[in-house]
C-alpha cells in the first residue's frame, strides 16, 4: 500500500492558529483540564505509564505549548499556518495512537514516519518537540532516539561494527538521511545505511521495530542511493509525510 499521506490529507484543524471567541477559549480550558487530568492519573499509577494513551487533542496543546519554548530558545517563533497545519494535525494523531491516523493518511499507526520536504520547513525540529514531551512526562510510549545520520558515519569510522548494532536496536530517528557519505572501514568503503535500513526493516518484521527518518531528498531518489531491494521495502516500513513549503529559518 502506497502511504502518500501528503496529498491524501483532507482535515484541516487549527493547530494553533488563534481565533477570538468565549466558545474557543471555554475549549481551550476544558483541553487543558483534561491533559491536567490525565498526567494527575499517570503519576497516580506509574505502573500504567506504558498503557495510557493520550487523546490527540491532549497531544496538540502540549506540542503548541512545548513547540513555543523550543523555537523561543533559539530566539525563534513557533507559527502554525496553512503551511504546516495539517502536517502537525497529523503527526499529532500519529503520536496519540488515533485510529483515524490512518484514515486521513491512508498509513497504518504500526509503521515508523518518514518525513519528507524542502530544507528548513520544521520536519526535525516537530520530532524534537515531541521527543521534549516524552522526556518531560516520562512517556515511553512515545520516546524514540535521534541522530543524525552523519554521526552515524562518523561513528562507524571510529568504532566500527559496535555502532551497527548499536543503531540496529529501539525507534531511532535518522536524520538527513541520503545526504550521508559513506563509510569506510578497513579500507572498504560502504553505503552504510543500505545495510542498516535491511536490518532494521527485518526488525520490523520480526519484532515491530519503529524507524523515524527525515529528508529532504525526493523519495524516488532513495532508490538510486540504496538500490531497489532498500527502497522497495521503505514502503513497507513507513508511512510517508510530506511538509512542503518555504523554509522558517530565516
Known sequence: MKNSAGQRLKIRIGLAKEKEGSERVANDKKINEKVIHYFDELYAKPEQQKQRGMETAQLKILVWNFGKKYFESMNREF?????NRQFLDVICRYFSNDRSFEKVTDGELRKGLFIHGPCGTGKSSVLDIIRNISRYYHLKQLWFSNVSVHTVVKEFNLDGEIMVDKYS????????LGTEKKAQSWGVKENLFERLLLIRY???KEKGTKTHVTSNLPIRSLEKIYGK???DRLFEMFNFIELDGKSRRY
Do not use: E, P, S
Open 79 to 83: 507559527i502554525v499556518d496553512d503551511q
Open 169 to 176: 536496536r529501539g525507534t531511532v530517528h535518522f536524520d538527513d
Open 229 to 231: 531491494q532498500v527502497y
Open 202 to 204: 527485518n526488525a520490523f
